[in-house]
């Protein structure tokens, strides 16, 4: 596709439920990348993933939140047992390739989730 | 671990005038790039510009311009004949240029464009 996608633009939901968050990267980036914002505030950064090569998942809070992603596809964010602290933005990226070119992440207008 | 200051969360310019939005940096790394990102309301992380820490020629592209100062980990932002649409938060963020490719964001400055 032409950019980054992502569904649902707005998520609602009960605290102590679970959450799915989708990513569609431009077509041919091999790496993704996942990142929440909290109001007011920067971007932190979740989890990394390139190519076939296992994710890097630093930046990943706590183990309720997971992701997948197949190949060089579609992402899923997962964020398990919500709880309120959880309400962001989440927004995702992708480029072209890892190496030490810095390409430029592109990203994808965002899924706003609201826990109440 | 590198991070990201952006010291105005808030700035304001008329129309058609020049504004500088400020960013500091810390890192041990001589390797690296930095990045000027736009986010209006729609949410949409748009790219502004990019510089090259090995380079020592700021960037440009059209109206928007960086003054890179590498010894002084300094990194801002013009904006020239400033426009109605430019109006946004701008982020400031690094990447390494080893390993992870994440970037680390400041936390932002509002740009508000008085006609």
């Known amino acids: 596709g032409a950019g980054v996608s992502q569904s649902p633009s707005n998520k609602v939901t009960e605290k102590g439920k679970d959450v799915e968050l989708r990513c569609d990267p431009i077509?041919?980036?091999?790496?993704l990348y996942w990142y929440r914002q909290r109001l007011g505030q920067g971007l932190e950064f979740l989890i990394y993933?390139?190519?076939?090569?296992?994710?890097?998942k630093s930046g990943l809070p706590s183990d309720r939140f997971s992701a997948e992603r197949t190949g060089e596809s579609v992402s899923t964010l997962t964020i398990q047992r919500t709880q309120q602290e959880d309400s962001a933005v989440y927004l995702c990226?992708?480029?072209?390739?890892?190496?030490?070119?810095?390409?430029?992440?592109?990203f994808g207008p965002g899924t706003r989730l609201l826990v109440l | 671990a590198q991070t990201v200051t952006q010291s105005q969360p808030e700035m304001s310019v008329q129309e058609a005038e020049t504004v500088t939005l400020s960013c500091t940096y810390d890192?041990?790394?001589?390797?690296?790039?930095l990045f000027w990102y736009k986010q209006p309301p729609s949410r949409q992380m748009i790219l502004v510009i990019r510089?090259?820490?090995?380079?020592?020629q700021n960037a440009t592209e059209n109206r928007f311009s960086v003054n890179f100062q590498k010894a002084a980990k300094s990194f801002s932002l013009k904006i020239s004949d400033s426009q109605l649409g430019d109006a946004a938060m701008y982020f400031c963020?690094?990447?390494?240029?080893?390993?992870?490719?994440?970037?680390?964001f400041g936390t932002g400055t509002r740009l508000t464009i008085i006609p």
């Open positions: 077509s041919g980036h091999t790496a």
């Open positions: 993933f390139q190519g076939n090569s296992a994710p890097d």
């Open positions: 990226a992708s480029s072209r390739t890892s190496g030490a070119l810095g390409e430029t992440q592109y």
């Open positions: 890192t041990s790394e001589s390797d690296y790039y």
């Open positions: 510089q090259e820490a090995y380079k020592q």
């Open positions: 963020a690094y990447r390494s240029g080893f390993g992870n490719e994440k970037l680390t």
